[in-house]
């Protein structure tokens, strides 16, 4: 049996749901009673945040290429990072990773093309919608990406930091997101709208009838994990 290693602690709430979903995931494809194998290195959100905030991205990189080495050591098969935010480094992280990973964001990116949408809007921390890694990997594919005004991403990081990633979910928080994807729906014309935060789903997961689909990037990321675990 393969063994997953992840990254996790960016955030704590998200690495929670990740463990949870795997489980229940892998129990419903296996049904034998089994469970997956997992290792989960919890990092230090502050430090990483710190880092990518002062653009230190190459202190990023070595610091989760050395956490990704305990997950080698600690004998995982593969590796993935529980989190967009840090994938704004991804490509250099699994040339020097010595474990194959799974991204999160060419997995949304087969979800979005499986579904046939060509314009979808990006939510996610400010360091994902403002970021190159979702438009660099979708626009391979003719997808186009829409991301909300600069207000409105001020208004979505402060809630994921300051709320989401400490598993504050309030009811006026939903309501202010919601609004914002009735713009982009509206103004925008977009198409679906991808939950780039690990977060998001806590708080949009229960929304129907907004007449687009919302992809969740958790859900999607771990049936990609299941489906390594059972190849």
Do not use: W
Not at 16 to 33: G, H, N
Not at 37 to 66: H, P, W
Not at 106 to 126: I, M, Q
């Amino acid at each position: 049996m393969k063994t997953v290693g992840i990254i996790g602690g960016i955030g704590p709430e998200s690495t929670i749901e990740y463990y949870r979903l795997i489980i229940a995931s892998y129990r419903e494809r296996k049904q034998d009673r089994s469970y997956p194998q997992i290792v989960i290195n919890s990092i230090d959100l502050k430090r990483m945040l710190e880092l990518i905030g002062a653009n230190e991205l190459a202190q990023v990189t070595r610091y989760l290429v050395g956490e990704i080495h305990k997950l080698e050591k600690a004998g995982a098969d593969f590796g993935v990072l529980a989190s967009n935010t840090p994938h704004i480094v991804f490509d250099e992280i699994r040339r020097r990773s010595p474990i194959p990973l799974i991204s999160i964001v060419e997995a949304a990116c087969g979800a979005v093309k499986t579904l046939g949408l060509k314009r979808v809007g990006l939510f996610g921390t400010r360091f994902t919608m403002q970021g190159r890694f979702y438009p660099d990997v979708f626009s391979r594919e003719g997808i186009t990406l829409v991301v909300p005004g600069r207000d409105e991403q001020e208004y979505i990081h402060d809630k994921y930091m300051s709320e989401l990633v400490n598993g504050i979910i309030l009811p006026e928080t939903r309501e202010q997101l919601l609004a914002i994807v009735d713009r982009l729906e509206e103004q925008e014309k977009i198409q679906g709208l991808i939950l780039g935060g690990t977060e998001l789903p806590l708080i949009l997961k229960e929304v129907a009838n907004r007449g687009i689909p919302f992809l969740d990037t958790t859900g999607i990321h771990v049936k990609r994990i299941v489906e390594e675990l059972l190849a």
